[in-house]
């Protein structure tokens, strides 16, 4: 670990604090009125003292009753014009910075779904949910309110300070004094507890994503019993982060002791020196309590900066990671709906041409690849893995935007449609099936508008699915549980198949979408490829012979390169790679039958 004076922060403490700012807009209205508050809560402040040094001094003194009940209501008038100011102040404050927080929540959720997939191919789920929901918190703790209040509180430590010195400026002396070594303290821990709470914000976003990661994995954790190696680096993880943990809160502990105790000494000074200017007939007993009083009130803000700048500190350590989330660039893409209302009403044609694309600063994934799809065709990629078969399609369906070449579809380049106007003539089949924790129905139509029950119905009867829907009491309002787990995998591929179809594109890519039925809807599954591959355009990647012979053109792949292409019988002839990897698929052994729970 490197030492707390080396660490880099990636931006200063204000151009962090410019970054939340921007977030308050429509909400500045609480903060005028939190602002405007300020004057009157201030002034009360110095009010208190002054009305308490003029009824020791000039009624308790001289024993002027009748005086002191007036002054007294005056005093107690002030009091609660103080209570209501401050009030005010809190109240418009902590609404001021919750809403701005919820829209920056909001805003940085709708940022990270519009990321390229190439940051989430280089970064963690769990650290980004990270960013997402703990730095938001701890950020929401404390820099709504913390961080404005600093400002407020400063003007009225300045006014206080002021009036200390019109009561009297000998006694104030004492106290500015004091002040260089406050502030000494406080920088030399300020820095410290910012490298600390960076360090714990990292170790544990690192934390989380490991979380994620081994809940996400448990069944193969548990397969393998891989519960001790995964708990000892889970527990590795966690004590970076207590280690960080720990070390910022001394230096908050040891902080605040030193202001308090600071506090107590510079009060006794007061005390001592004053007593003697009483003696002296400098000033009066009025003036000294006057003093103690707002000297008391002096250090209560700086009480509070003491224990607030740990929370401020760790506050800007999660908006520093917040920050470099904002700043990560979003995949540029044109309007949707130009080029699409221009002349593409429906798909036509595909042209691949000189295609070569690389994830990052990778290897080379594919390498000048070229081929051309009109409507109506259908084309299977086959190739061992890390071929490159399913980046083609990925390439299509604009997952990754960098590629070198030419991509077209109906004769315009594919950068210039947006990823919207792509998916209204591709929908893609994966061989990683996801629902929902959701109905049936949603998980259909994922909420699109242009997915009544009509086009459900027509859905699901098309890929065969209500075949095993129309048996369930629930019917398309079944709710699906954990990714689909009271589903069978052969049911699960069926209801993304309908998912897609319900689309209404005319292509459809197919990724291995057939490598994870199972027996109880094979058939269903068979029907419902065949009827697909009859009446839409189709590229798939595929390994079933069946869906390979039924193909007008099949693409070979071998290292990212398109080595033969053909139909079924011509590259028979030619026996080469492809013959080998027909000779390399061997049949299907029998699979383990998932009965559904509403089949048992």
């Known amino acids: 670990?490197?030492?707390?004076?080396?660490?880099?922060?990636?931006?200063?403490?204000?151009?962090?604090?410019?970054?939340?700012?921007?977030?308050?807009?429509?909400?500045?209205?609480?903060?005028?009125?939190?602002?405007?508050?300020?004057?009157?809560?201030?002034?009360?402040?110095?009010?208190?003292?002054?009305?308490?040094?003029?009824?020791?001094?000039?009624?308790?003194?001289v024993g002027n009753l009748s005086g002191l009940y007036k002054m007294s209501a005056v005093f107690a008038g002030v009091v609660v014009l103080?209570?209501?100011?401050?009030?005010?102040?809190?109240?418009?404050?902590?609404?001021?910075?919750?809403?701005?927080?919820?829209?920056?929540?909001?805003?940085?959720?709708?940022?990270t779904l519009k990321l390229p997939r190439t940051y989430f191919d280089k970064h963690p789920i769990g650290v980004t949910l990270s960013r997402l929901t703990s730095d938001m918190e701890?950020?929401?703790?404390?820099?709504?309110?913390?961080?404005?209040?600093?400002?407020?509180?400063?003007?009225?430590?300045?006014?206080?300070?002021?009036?200390?010195?019109?009561?009297?400026w000998k006694l104030a002396l004492v106290i500015i004094l004091v002040f260089p070594i406050v502030y000494l303290i406080v920088t030399f821990i300020r820095r410290r507890?910012?490298?600390?709470?960076?360090?714990?914000?990292?170790?544990?976003?690192?934390?989380?994503?490991?979380?994620?990661?081994?809940?996400?994995?448990?069944?193969?954790?548990?397969?393998?019993?891989?519960?001790?190696?995964?708990?000892?680096?889970?527990?590795?993880?966690?004590?970076?982060?207590?280690?960080?943990?720990?070390?910022?809160?001394?230096?908050?502990?040891?902080?605040?002791?030193?202001?308090?105790?600071?506090?107590?000494?510079?009060?006794?000074?007061?005390?001592?020196?004053?007593?003697?200017?009483?003696?002296?007939?400098?000033?009066?007993?009025?003036?000294?309590?006057?003093?103690?009083?707002?000297?008391?009130?002096i250090f209560i803000p700086i009480r509070e900066f003491a224990q607030q700048i740990a929370l401020i500190q760790r506050a800007l350590a999660a908006l520093e990671h917040i920050n470099r989330l904002f700043n990560e660039e979003q995949e540029q893409e044109p309007s949707p709906g130009i080029k699409f209302q221009q002349n593409i009403g429906s798909f036509e044609s595909l042209e691949f041409k000189n295609v070569s694309f690389s994830y990052g600063k990778g290897s080379t994934?594919?390498?000048?690849?070229?081929?051309?799809?009109?409507?109506?065709?259908?084309?299977?990629?086959?190739?061992?893995?890390?071929?490159?078969?399913?980046?083609?399609?990925?390439?299509?369906?604009?997952?990754?935007?960098?590629?070198?070449?030419?991509?077209?579809?109906?004769g315009i380049e594919l950068k210039e449609f947006s990823r919207i106007d792509v998916n209204k003539l591709v929908t893609m089949m994966n061989q990683d099936v996801y629902l929902f924790n959701e109905s049936l129905a949603f998980n259909i139509s994922l909420n699109r508008k242009e997915v009544n029950q009509e086009v459900l119905r027509k859905s699901i009867e098309y890929v065969h699915a209500d075949e095993f829907i129309d048996k369930?009491?629930?019917?398309?309002?079944?709710?699906?549980?954990?990714?689909?787990?009271?589903?069978?995998?052969?049911?699960?591929?069926?209801?993304?198949?309908?998912?897609?179809?319900a689309g209404r594109t005319e292509l459809i890519l197919l990724d291995e979408a057939t490598s994870s039925v199972d027996?109880?809807?094979?058939?269903?599954?068979?029907?419902?490829?065949?009827?697909?591959?009859?009446?839409?355009?189709?590229?798939?990647?595929?390994?079933?012979?069946?869906?390979?012979?039924?193909?007008?053109r099949i693409l070979v792949m071998q290292n990212g390169r398109i080595v033969e292409q053909g139909n079924h019988q011509s590259l028979m002839k030619s026996n080469g790679y492809y013959v080998q990897l027909l000779n390399?698929?061997?049949?299907?052994?029998?699979?383990?039958?998932?009965?559904?729970?509403?089949?048992?």
């Not at 709504?144 to 010195?165: E, I, M, Y």
């Not at 809807?521 to 039924?550: C, G, P, W, Y």
């Not at 998932?594 to 048992?600: A, E, M």
Request: charged share 20%; glycine share 6%.
């Open 193 to 297: 507890l910012r490298y600390y709470f960076n360090s714990a914000r990292e170790a544990m976003a690192d934390t989380t994503g490991y979380l994620q990661e081994c809940l996400n994995g448990i069944k193969t954790i548990q397969l393998f019993v891989s519960e001790k190696k995964v708990i000892k680096k889970f527990k590795e993880k966690n004590k970076r982060f207590l280690i960080s943990q720990t070390k910022s809160n001394s230096y908050d502990a040891f902080l605040f002791s030193i202001i308090d105790s600071l506090t107590s000494v510079t009060m006794a000074l007061v005390i001592w020196y004053g007593t003697r200017q009483i003696l002296s007939e400098v000033i009066t007993i009025g003036v000294l309590i006057g003093f103690i009083n707002t000297l008391s009130r």
């Open 584 to 600: 390399s698929i061997e049949p299907e052994p029998e699979k383990n039958i998932k009965i559904p729970d509403h089949q048992k």
């Open 365 to 410: 994934v594919l390498n000048d690849i070229s081929f051309s799809l009109s409507k109506g065709e259908k084309i299977a990629i086959i190739g061992t893995t890390g071929s490159g078969k399913s980046t083609v399609l990925k390439l299509i369906t604009k997952n990754y935007g960098q590629y070198e070449g030419s991509i077209k579809i109906n």
């Open 138 to 168: 701890t950020m929401g703790e404390s820099i709504a309110v913390g961080v404005l209040a600093l400002f407020t509180d400063f003007f009225k430590t300045v006014s206080l300070l002021c009036f200390l010195f019109y009561l009297s």
């Open 82 to 111: 103080s209570y209501l100011a401050d009030g005010t102040y809190t109240f418009s404050l902590q609404k001021a910075g919750q809403l701005t927080i919820a829209r920056m929540r909001q805003a940085l959720y709708e940022h």
């Open 519 to 552: 027996s109880i809807t094979e058939d269903l599954i068979q029907k419902a490829i065949e009827k697909i591959f009859k009446e839409k355009t189709v590229i798939a990647v595929a390994h079933r012979l069946s869906t390979i012979r039924n193909a007008d």
């Open 1 to 61: 670990m490197k030492k707390p004076g080396k660490a880099k922060l990636q931006a200063t403490d204000l151009k962090l604090l410019q970054v939340f700012y921007r977030f308050l807009g429509p909400h500045k209205i609480w903060l005028i009125i939190a602002l405007v508050a300020v004057p009157f809560t201030t002034g009360a402040s110095v009010l208190i003292p002054l009305i308490l040094v003029h009824i020791v001094d000039n009624y308790i003194v």
């Open 472 to 501: 369930i009491p629930e019917g398309l309002d079944y709710q699906v549980i954990d990714n689909g787990s009271n589903l069978s995998a052969g049911q699960a591929q069926l209801i993304s198949f309908a998912r897609a179809i």
